[in-house]
């Protein structure tokens, strides 16, 4: 199998005209379309018509993000074995798309792959990334992988899980105020020649080259259980959301799928920088975001790629609360997956749309897992006496909560 990238060039997504060299990454986005308000992304473009035959054939040889090498840009950081993620079926049609199974835990590590790649390709001496959580881990672990200096900009309240996983990785960790991230981000930048593998602009535009890493949720999907009636995916700047809208219209690009997939971003009802860039047919806002413990997705701002992504599936943004999060993650404890709450957000804005609105099968993403949560390792259970009245007065308190879950394929 071919495993040479077919990436030729960067694409405005402001404006499809207008085009510029595969390198350097353009890490602010589109310098011909964006205005001092809105920032908008470049994608990357490929030899479509080059594509070898048999890529997407489940015979086909590879492993991870390597299998899709051709159709993603160049692959010069070592992986770490990420994707091939499986789809855990809740029934009723509904599955998940496990991405806690990843080597840091998440969905982050698709990307990073490729842009800790782009790191390597233009000879930075490190990467530099802002993060209080699923992303900086990850930026760090394949900095590490591929012999890199990783800086995390984090916040002072990072969840200890996420603060293990830097320094495990030998990251500069360094706790700073959410409003002091980006400027020094482009100032470690621009003084050690780190490469940003995080957002540097107004509204969102992030790394061009990583983005292209989630475009093989929906390869694995497709090569699964082909293409799924619709996508519900947990948003915060919207980057999943267009890599899995971008993967499925390249399939369909290419004659193997008959359509996308409807897609649904699924933000907290505590911001929705997406919802609001629906709502008032802009390409990119930015919100106030209030109290809610989905910090993973808790995003002010937004992204042109997220627009674009609905826009082209028929999709819709939906807003879930804390409470739908939970009842979420619950059912999902339920099914043996423990997730992140934001990483429930898939299945709360599936529940609250109704499933029965479909007559296909439903897939919901789920990015993270639990560790990752901030409320992780403050639990604590008081000691039990280990005489048996006791131990059966404890049974007969923690009665089973709701039934289990159907077995998947079981109808109602």
């Known amino acids: 199998m071919a495993t040479d990238s077919l990436a030729t060039a960067q694409r405005s997504l402001g404006d499809p005209s207008a085009t510029y060299p595969l390198w350097p990454p353009l890490t602010q986005g589109c310098p011909r379309t964006s205005t001092a308000t809105v ?9 479509y018509d ?22 993603l840009p160049p692959l010069a950081a070592p992986g770490l074995g990420e994707g091939r993620t499986p789809l855990v079926d809740l029934g009723d049609g509904v599955l998940v798309k496990d991405e806690s199974r990843n080597p840091t835990w998440s969905h982050k590590d698709r990307l990073n792959r ?13 990467v530099v990334v802002a993060s209080s959580g699923n992303h900086g881990a990850s930026a760090a672990a394949y900095a590490a992988r591929a012999g890199l200096r990783c800086v995390v900009l984090t916040s002072p309240g990072a969840p200890p899980a996420v603060v293990s996983f830097l320094h495990a990785y030998g990251a500069v960790v360094l706790p700073v105020p959410v409003e002091a991230r980006r400027p020094l981000l482009r100032r ?65 690009r290419l004659g193997l799928a008959p359509a996308v997939p409807r897609l649904f971003s699924c933000e907290p009802a505590a911001g929705g920088p997406l919802a609001a860039a629906i709502r ?83 897939v919901c993403v789920s990015t993270s897992s639990g560790f990752k949560d901030a409320a992780v390792g403050s639990l604590r259970v008081a000691p039990v006496a280990p005489d048996w009245d006791t131990v059966r007065r404890r049974l007969d308190e923690d009665r089973p909560g709701p039934a289990p879950l159907r077995s998947p394929g079981q109808t109602r």
């Open 50 to 71: 080059r594509v070898p035959a048999g890529l997407f054939d489940r015979t086909a040889g590879g492993h991870g993000l390597d299998r899709w090498a051709p159709l």
């Open 188 to 252: 470690i930048s621009a003084e050690y020649g780190y490469h940003p593998v995080s957002n540097l602009t107004p509204t969102h535009t992030g790394h061009p080259f990583g983005v292209e890493g989630y475009k093989t949720v929906a390869y694995e999907i497709f090569g699964d259980i082909g293409v799924p009636e619709a996508v519900f995916v947990p948003t915060g700047y919207g980057e999943l959301l267009f890599g899995i809208g971008k993967g499925f219209a390249e399939l369909h």
């Open 39 to 47: 920032s908008y992304p470049v994608e990357v473009d490929y030899a």
């Open 280 to 362: 008032r047919d802009r390409p990119a806002v930015t919100v106030p975001v209030g109290t809610t413990a989905a910090y993973s997705i808790a995003c002010r701002v937004g992204g042109y790629r997220g627009v674009l992504a609905l826009r082209g599936s028929r999709g819709e943004p939906l807003l879930v609360t804390d409470a739908e999060l939970a009842t979420a993650r619950d059912e999902l404890a339920r099914a043996g997956l423990w997730t992140e709450l934001s990483s429930a957000a898939g299945l709360a804005g599936l529940r609250q749309y109704g499933a029965h609105r479909f007559e296909g099968r439903m």
């Open 114 to 126: 490729c842009a800790v790649g782009a790191a390597v390709a233009t000879g930075a001496p490190g």
